[in-house]
C-alpha cells in the first residue's frame, strides 16, 4: 500500500473524542468490507445441449452477463433474459447475504470468469462459496430441486467420533429452520464449533426455498463424517463446516437499508454518548482505534489528510455551483456517474462527477481513488482538482475541457468539424502518451480498462484528455487478472479480457488500436454489424489483401495526408489489436513507434477473429484453447479465441498493482 502516512495531531480531548467516533464508525465500516469473496469453486455444472454451430449465441450470453452485472451491482442478485439470434438467454446471479457488497462483486465477477468454460452448452450454473450465477434457455427462476443436477460435495478429512456428526445435524436443522422461518432465505449458524449458512435464491420463493433447504439438509448428512459437506441445488445453497466461513456481520439488504443503517448510527451515536462522559474511555477508545486504523490500510488517514488538504469543497459549494445539479447544468453521463457544469465562487469553470456509487463500501473505494489519482498529472489526462466526501453524497471535481468527446468529433452526422490528418495523428500520439503514463509513467500502474472514444475528451487545442480513469481500487495480487465483471465496452474489449477476464496493461493497448483504426478510418468498430462486418475485420482484410490505403477515412483528401504516414499508423492499430496480448506492443513501444517513424516494426501477424474468409497465409496462429463453436461465434463481434499467450503477460501483474473500478455502461 503506497498510501500517504500523516501525523495526527491529537492535541485536545475534544479531538480524541471526534477521534474516536471517527474511528469507531470506520470499524464498523471496515468489518463490512475487508472480508473474503469467497469464490472458490464448489461445483460447475455445464449442460449436455450445445449450441448449433455458426449461433449467435455467445454474443447473446455475453450481454446477458453484462445486464446482470448491473443488477449485481445494483442490488447484490438479480435475473434478466436477452432475446438474441440464437434464442433467449435467462440469467440468474445471487450473491450470498452476508457478503459485503465489494465481495460480492468480486465473487460475482470470478463465477462470470469462469462460467464461459462450459460454452457452446446452453445452459450451466457455478456455485462459488460466496455466490451463485445460472444461465438456461428457460425461465427456470422458479426451480427449487432438479433431480439431475443437484449434487452435494463433501470434502475435507474424517471427524471422528459421534459428538461431531451430533454437532453437524443440529447446526444444519437450525439454519434450515431459521432461513425458512425468517421467511429471508437466509441464515447462518454455530454448534460446537460447526458452522453452517443456507442460502436460498430469491426467486424460490419461501415454499420453494422450506423444499430446497430440506432436501439439502439430508443432502450434506451424506458427507458424514467428513469435515465439510455442501449441498448445490437448483433453488439453494448450504455448507456445513469446521472452520467458520461466513461473515458475522450482515450485509445490509436494499429494502432494510434505511432501517440498518439507522441500527448502526444510533449504535455509533450511543457509544459516542458514552465516550463523551468519560475522557479516560475516550482516550482508552482512541489508542485502540488508532491501532484498528493502521491494520486498515491507513484509511483514516486518507480520510483525514483528504479532510485538511486543499483537494477538499464542500457539498454546499458545489451545489451552488452546479446550480443545485440542475438538469440543464449536465454535461455527460459516464459509467461511475452524472458529470454537471459548475462554476465556483472564484468565476473557475470545473465538472462535478456525482458518483452513483454511494454507499459505505463505495466511499472506502472512493478515498483510495481520490487519493490515487490526486498525485497522477499528465497533460493528456483529465486532472482531478478535487473531491466533496462529508455531503450526501460524494463528488469529485474535475478540470472542465469546454470541447466534446473525441466519438463526437469522428462519427457524428453532422459533426461540428472534420478534423484533418495533423488533428488525428495527434489525438492518437496524445492518447497513447496518457496511457503509457498510466502504465508505468507514475509511481502507480494503472489499468485503465475502458479506453474508448467516448473517453478521450479533446480541450480547445484538440489535445487529447483521457477520463474515467476513476474509481480505482487495489487487488491482492492473486485477484489482478479478475475483472469486476462490468467494466469496459464491448468492440474495445481484448478477447482475453472478455471471455477469461484476463486484465493486464495489453487489453489497454488492444482497446487503443481499435480505437486508432476508428479514427483514421472514421468508422465506429460496430460489433453488432450484420451487413459488412466490424471495423476491425474490414481493416484486416485490406490489409492481407495490401490495399490498406482504402481504409482511410475518405474524407480525408488524398493529398493532403501523408500516405506513409496512415499506413504505419493504420499497422500499429494492427499491432495493437492482435490476439496474442503478449504480441501486442506496450504502450512505451507505441509511443516510440508513432514518433519515430525510421523505427522498424513487427508485421501484424495475428488477427483478432478467424474463419472470415482471409486467406490464413501464414500459420503463425496458436492454438485454440477453446473449440471451433466459441471461434465461430466469436467472430460476429470481432474477436477470437486465441489465449494461448494471454498467460505469459500475466508476468506483468505486480501485486501492488491498481486496477480501475468497473465501469457500467448504459
Ligand atoms: C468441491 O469443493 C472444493 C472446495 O471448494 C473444490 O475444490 C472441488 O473442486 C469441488 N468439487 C467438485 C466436484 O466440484
Not at 459421534?162 to 441464515?187: N, Y
Not at 467458520?244 to 440498518?260: D, H, I, M
Not at 487545442?461 to 480505482?472: C, E, Q
Request: aromatic share 8%.
Amino acid at each position: 500500500m503506497t498510501h500517504k502516512k500523516k501525523k495526527i495531531s491529537s492535541s485536545s480531548p475534544s479531538s480524541c473524542v471526534i477521534f474516536a467516533i471517527f474511528f469507531f464508525s470506520l470499524s464498523c465500516r471496515c468489518h463490512l468490507t475487508l472480508s473474503d469473496p469467497r469464490i472458490s469453486e464448489a461445483g460447475l455444472s455445464c449442460g449436455t445441449t450445445k449450441a448449433p454451430l455458426d449461433s449467435n449465441y455467445v454474443p447473446s450470453f455475453i450481454k446477458e452477463m453484462e445486464f446482470l452485472s448491473q443488477q449485481v451491482t445494483a442490488h447484490n442478485w438479480g435475473t434478466h433474459s436477452v432475446d438474441g439470434g440464437g434464442g433467449t438467454v435467462y440469467g440468474l446471479a445471487q450473491c450470498f447475504n452476508d457478503l459485503s457488497h465489494t465481495d460480492c462483486l468480486l465473487c460475482y465477477a470470478a463465477s462470470r470468469t469462469t462460467l464461459p468454460r462450459c460454452l457452446p452448452s446452453l445452459s450451466a450454473r457455478i456455485y462459488l462459496d460466496g455466490c451463485f450465477l445460472r444461465y438456461d434457455r428457460y425461465r427456470f427462476y422458479s426451480e427449487e430441486t432438479d433431480p439431475v443436477r443437484d449434487t452435494v460435495n463433501c470434502t475435507g478429512g474424517n471427524v471422528e467420533g459421534v459428538a461431531h456428526q451430533r454437532s453437524v445435524e443440529r447446526v444444519v436443522d437450525s439454519v434450515v429452520l431459521k432461513a425458512v422461518a425468517k421467511g429471508g432465505g437466509f441464515a447462518v449458524g454455530e454448534i460446537d464449533r460447526v458452522y453452517a449458512l443456507a442460502q436460498c435464491w430469491k426467486t424460490v420463493g419461501n415454499d420453494g426455498c422450506r423444499n430446497c433447504l430440506r432436501k439439502a439438509g439430508k443432502q450434506v448428512r451424506g458427507c458424514l463424517p467428513k469435515k465439510e459437506g455442501r449441498a448445490l441445488n437448483a433453488g439453494c445453497y448450504l455448507r456445513y463446516s469446521t472452520v467458520k466461513f461466513y461473515n458475522e456481520q450482515r450485509v445490509v439488504e436494499a429494502g432494510s437499508r434505511p432501517l440498518r443503517r439507522g441500527v448502526i448510527i444510533a449504535a455509533v451515536l450511543a457509544v459516542a454518548a458514552v465516550i463523551m462522559l468519560s475522557i479516560s474511555a475516550s482516550y482508552a477508545a482512541f489508542t485502540k482505534f488508532s491501532k484498528i486504523k493502521k491494520e486498515n490500510n491507513n484509511r483514516g488517514q486518507i480520510c483525514s489528510s483528504i479532510r485538511e488538504s486543499s483537494l477538499n469543497y464542500k457539498y454546499e459549494t458545489l451545489e451552488k455551483a452546479t446550480d443545485y445539479f440542475n438538469p440543464s447544468r449536465k454535461v455527460g453521463q459516464g459509467g461511475a456517474g452524472s458529470v454537471f457544469k459548475g462554476v465556483l465562487p472564484n468565476g473557475k469553470v470545473v465538472a462535478v462527477k456525482r458518483l452513483v456509487f454511494n454507499n459505505r463500501q463505495w466511499v472506502d473505494e472512493f478515498f483510495n481513488e481520490v487519493n490515487l489519482i490526486s498525485g497522477i498529472e499528465h497533460k493528456n489526462l483529465v486532472k482531478l482538482l478535487g473531491c466533496s466526501i462529508e455531503g450526501p453524497e460524494s463528488l469529485l471535481v474535475y478540470e472542465f475541457l469546454p470541447n466534446k468527446s473525441l466519438d463526437q468529433f469522428i462519427f457524428e452526422k453532422n459533426k461540428t468539424q472534420n478534423l484533418n490528418w495533423k488533428q488525428r495523428f495527434n489525438i492518437i500520439l496524445g492518447t497513447a502518451e496518457g496511457l503509457a503514463y498510466l502504465h508505468g509513467g507514475s509511481k502507480m500502474r494503472i489499468i485503465h480498462r475502458d479506453i474508448k472514444s467516448s473517453n478521450i475528451l479533446l480541450d480547445e487545442n484538440l489535445t487529447p484528455k483521457i477520463a474515467d480513469f476513476g474509481l480505482a481500487r487495489c487487488f491482492g495480487a492473486d485477484k489482478t487478472h479478475l475483472s469486476t465483471g462490468i467494466a469496459g465496452t464491448l468492440g474495445y474489449m481484448a478477447p482475453e479480457y472478455l471471455i477469461r477476464g484476463q486484465l493486464t496493461d495489453k487489453a489497454d493497448v488492444y482497446s487503443f488500436g481499435v480505437l486508432v483504426l476508428e479514427i483514421v478510418c472514421g468508422r465506429r468498430n460496430n460489433v453488432f454489424r450484420e451487413d459488412s462486418g466490424s471495423l476491425l475485420q474490414t481493416v484486416w482484410k485490406l490489409y492481407r489483401s495490401n490495399t490498406l490505403a482504402e481504409a482511410v477515412d475518405s474524407s480525408l483528401r488524398i493529398n493532403e495526408y501523408p500516405s506513409n504516414e496512415a499506413l504505419r499508423v493504420l499497422h500499429i492499430g494492427l499491432l495493437c489489436t492482435q490476439a496474442s496480448a503478449s504480441l501486442r506492443p506496450s504502450m512505451t513501444q507505441v509511443v516510440n513507434l508513432l514518433t519515430n517513424s525510421n523505427l522498424d516494426f513487427p508485421t501484424p501477424t495475428q488477427p483478432p477473429f478467424m474463419n472470415t474468409g482471409v486467406p490464413d497465409s501464414d500459420s503463425s496462429i496458436r492454438s485454440y484453447s477453446t473449440n471451433s463453436f466459441v471461434s465461430n461465434a466469436l467472430k460476429k463481434i470481432g474477436v477470437s479465441n486465441s489465449f494461448s499467450e494471454s498467460s505469459s503477460s500475466r508476468s506483468s501483474d505486480r501485486p501492488s498493482s491498481r486496477i480501475e473500478e468497473p465501469i457500467v455502461q448504459a
